[in-house]
């Protein structure tokens, strides 16, 4: 099995006809559908924004397990 690749994208401007673009557009690409998180305000209940999740499986690649985390601090002897 493969390891999901995620895709994110911003709407500024959220109406049926926005978020119906960005996800024929990406679903056309063979990205899958995975969701929609509105962000309101307490002002009012129209979504302010939206984030559009899609995801896909990885092109085959082998998987590398965890990657280490980046180092923070040289060591001694590349100061």
């Given at each position: ?22 996800v024929n557009l990406w679903v056309g690409k063979g990205w899958l559908f995975e ?12 979504p302010q924004m939206a984030f559009v ?27």
């Amino acid at each position: 099995m493969r390891p999901l690749e995620y895709k994110f994208v911003e709407l500024s401007i959220v109406t049926d006809e926005t978020i119906e673009e960005v996800v024929n557009l990406w679903v056309g690409k063979g990205w899958l559908f995975e969701g929609i998180r509105f962000v309101t305000s307490d002002a009012s209940r129209r979504p302010q924004m939206a984030f559009v999740s899609f995801t896909r499986e990885s092109p085959d690649v082998e998987p590398s397990g965890p990657r280490p985390p980046p180092r923070l601090v040289k060591p001694d002897d590349e100061r």
